[in-house]
């Protein structure tokens, strides 16, 4: 299963900066032409391209710069709450997102970044809380990528049952994401579910060109499930599509032919 990835603050902000070729060119202080809040949004640009090439100092600077412009800027201070995230202070993160909440109380954004961060101290109760926020606000379009922090957080924290019924909440928001189908079939074996893992790795080879890794788990679950011609004929098709493959080695070695 794919390593936990943090839809947070960074994806966040692909989004809700409107800059996108960052030249690290500073904005001069007397620049009239541009009103405060679009002032902010450009210190913003800029201190979304530091923290990318991990230039921390000058991004907290151009940070600071647009809080001076705009001192309610929700897209300046998700990246402020990043920025003291990367930099490990945590306190400081956790009170920026606690200030967020106070200004922009419904924003989706806020609730979902918010709950990624707590799941990344491992507090799956308030984390749960924010994200579940994030999916009921309306107008919110990304509540795929919501219900999937979900399943992955409960996954961090051993629940793995509930990450499965998260799992099939964020593909009913967005099928496309394909790869979650295998995931979710790995999952369900893992817990001996052998007719929903089967489910699940059938939607991904439906919509997905078979990898020895899902030919082989195919393998697996029909042993488990005691199907042997459903196994061999995973089976069959791992030797041929992928015959050097560690997978392949595995299954002449078990002598599953």
């Not at 994806?11 to 541009?34: F, I, Y």
């Not at 450009?42 to 230039?55: K, P």
């Not at 074996?189 to 059938?202: E, I, K, N, V, W």
Request: glycine letters at 6%.
């Amino acid at each position: 299963m794919k390593a936990w990835i943090a839809l947070g603050c960074v994806a966040l902000l692909t989004a809700c900066v409107t800059q996108t070729t960052l030249d690290g060119r500073e904005v001069a202080d007397g620049d009239r032409s541009l009103d405060a809040a679009s002032a902010a949004r450009e210190r913003v640009a800029l201190a979304v391209g530091y923290l990318e090439r991990g230039e921390m100092e000058a991004a907290r600077r151009n940070l600071e710069r647009a809080l001076e412009h705009d001192s309610d800027s929700m897209q300046a201070h998700l990246t402020l709450a990043y920025y003291y995230e990367q930099v490990e202070d945590l306190p400081a993160a956790r009170e920026t997102y606690e200030h967020l909440l106070k200004l922009h109380p419904d924003s989706a954004d806020v609730h979902n970044n918010y709950g990624v961060f707590l799941c990344r101290r491992l507090e799956f109760d308030a984390s749960e809380e924010q994200l579940l926020a994030a999916i009921a606000s309306p107008g919110y379009a990304k509540q795929g990528s919501s219900f999937e922090n979900l399943a992955r957080c409960a996954l961090k924290v051993g629940r793995e049952p509930l990450a499965v019924q998260y799992f099939h909440s964020a593909l009913k928001y967005d099928p496309g994401r394909i790869g979650l189908w295998l995931e979710l079939a790995e999952l369900a074996f893992r817990l001996q579910d052998y007719p929903q893992a089967r489910s699940a790795l059938s939607q991904f080879h439906g919509t997905a060109v078979a990898t020895a890794p899902s030919l082989w788990l195919g393998v697996e679950i029909e042993r488990r499930a005691q199907q042997w011609q459903a196994a061999r004929q995973f089976g069959a098709q791992l030797l041929v599509k992928y015959p050097d493959s560690e997978q392949a080695k595995a299954y002449r070695a078990k002598n599953y032919q």
